[in-house]
DNA sequence: GATAGTAGGTACCTAGAGGAAAGTGACTAT
DNA sequence: ATAGTCACTTTCCTCTAGGTACCTACTATC
């Protein structure tokens, strides 16, 4: 389900960067550092515990993020950015930027759109 | 479903932008200028009609695509990118590049992940 | 009469993503 | 003895994105 994007050079990397999730939670290690499960599961709020482990795992797979497993009792996980997850937040500011920009138009278009027809 | 990134103000411009088949649609476009309906179906390949004219629409409606239908017979539909659309272009090559240099990071990446374990 | 081309629309069906809720294990605090 | 904490895991359920197949209207071609 991921093959067909072939006529697109940059599909791949948008299948790893912005799947679902991965923007929050790599927003938030980038914003707030080092964090627990816990921690991040609050700040991201609406993300069930299931999904958020699956796409932490799916991350650090990636080498976007890096797990630290602490054995004690109760178990302690920390979660950071990786470099090359850093790497992303230039790109990431791009995007921002660009949303400030042109959010707005996106929506004045769909207004329109909407209001005929 | 799309309210639950409050915690990252970018989540709205990546569904807008970075959402299933849109960037295969829209660099298409950028590459090769105004097309017809079936040009952008034989060059993406994979795509089903009833998907690309969802995509289509939903691109036109946030104003990164531009539709105009010529009623022929045989109807003419042609499609190109939008002004709003091209000013995409130096993010998108943003992306190209950072995907150059650190795509075969996430392949060793995920090969070690999968190895060890 | 049959077929193909054009740009879709519509109805039906299925696979998979994601949500809700409960369980786990080992220890601590009350 | 009970409840709570953490970081999940597992089971069950729902919902929707996307696929298949067929339909439209009109013309040209064989």
Not at 17 to 36: A, D, H, M
Not at 62 to 86: K, N, Q, W
Not at 94 to 116: C, G, P, T
Request: with cysteine; hydrophobic share 40%.
């Amino acid at each position: 389900m991921t093959a067909p994007e072939q006529a697109c050079p940059i599909a791949p990397v948008v299948d790893i960067v912005f799947s679902r999730w991965t923007t929050p939670i790599l927003w938030t290690l980038n914003e707030y550092g080092t964090q627990r499960f816990v921690e991040l599961e609050r700040r991201i709020g609406t993300i069930t515990a299931k999904v958020l482990t699956q796409r932490l795992r799916q991350l650090e797979r990636d080498g976007l993020v890096v797990r630290t497993y602490h054995p004690e009792v109760p178990p302690r996980v920390e979660y950071e950015i990786s470099e090359l997850g850093r790497s992303l937040a230039p790109l990431f500011a791009s995007l921002a930027e660009w949303s400030q920009h042109n959010l707005a138009k996106v929506e004045q278009a769909r207004l329109r759109y909407d209001k005929k027809d």
